[in-house]
């Protein structure tokens, strides 16, 4: 239990060292401004559609009695929607985190600088990095969709489908919530995804503590903006405590390395 309030800690962590520095938390604004106008557009349809969607997808039902029918079709339009609702707090992440990858490079460098020792760079042009970040962002979002059909499906569960799932659900998103944003500071240190979700899953309930909370968060859309810019300076700090130099491999085939001339492993992690 102690882990996941310290996991809580980083993200306000992250959000005091904007709050301090509000030159950084001003430019790390804009690309989720541009996000939610997308999202919110999505989300508002998908809130007028999703009943006639549960409408068309249950036609053994239209000759159902009340109130049964209704208790049917209520249940799974609410699923439908928090089942967007968990999409799209993974997506707007990955989307925001590729349409400003320039402004959150920046701003997780900064925090590294304003934290003192080494502050690695990936050396990689910005086509590269965006083509990275993007390939992984299709891999996390496969891993989220897989999960995301064995819940939908277990939310015709009575009573546990309404509860028990939609709670694993939050933890889900918020579990890949943190490997996204931690991958801005993680993939300039040369870990490849396969490493980094390796070093998360042996910390799984600090990560849940840091990405849960802020899952919920981010069902608000305008505070999903507010709070992306100190989410990525939370998981900086997060990414900095979670990788010991000491132990992590330098230049070489083993873990941490690219594996195929992704990224090249930084200096500051060479013996």
Do not use: N
């Amino acid at each position: 239990m102690s882990d996941l309030g310290a996991g809580f800690g980083y993200l306000m962590k992250g959000q005091r060292w904007v709050a301090q520095h509000g030159r950084w938390f001003g430019f790390g604004l804009l690309p989720g401004l541009v996000t939610l106008v997308v999202y919110a557009g999505a989300l508002i349809g998908l809130g007028y559609g999703a009943d006639d969607f549960v409408g068309w997808a249950t036609p053994f039902a239209d000759d159902w009695s009340s109130p049964w029918q209704g208790i049917l079709r209520t249940g799974l339009t609410a699923l439908v929607f928090v089942f967007g609702l968990f999409l799209a707090v993974i997506t707007f992440t990955a989307v925001t985190l590729l349409v400003g990858q320039p402004f959150y490079e920046s701003l997780s460098e900064e925090v590294d600088r304003s934290e003192g020792g080494d502050v690695p760079e990936s050396g990689l042009p910005l086509w590269r990095e965006l083509w990275i970040s993007a390939r992984d962002s299709v891999r996390i979002l496969l891993r989220v969709a897989l999960y995301g059909i064995i819940l939908f499906a277990c939310g015709f569960i009575p009573v546990i489908g309404q509860t028990v799932v939609p709670a694993i659900g939050f933890c889900v998103s918020g579990y890949f919530l943190a490997e996204e944003l931690t991958a801005v500071a993680l993939q300039r240190r040369g870990m490849i995804l396969k490493d980094r979700l390796v070093l998360l899953r042996g910390r799984r309930m600090l990560v849940l503590g840091f990405g849960v909370p802020l899952t919920l968060a981010f069902l608000v859309p305008v505070v999903a903006v507010f709070l992306m810019p100190g989410a990525v300076a939370g998981a900086t700090l997060l990414a900095r405590d979670l990788v010991d130099p000491d132990t992590v491999p330098g230049p070489g085939p083993g873990p941490g390395t690219a594996d195929s001339g992704d990224a090249p492993a930084p200096r500051a992690w060479s013996a």
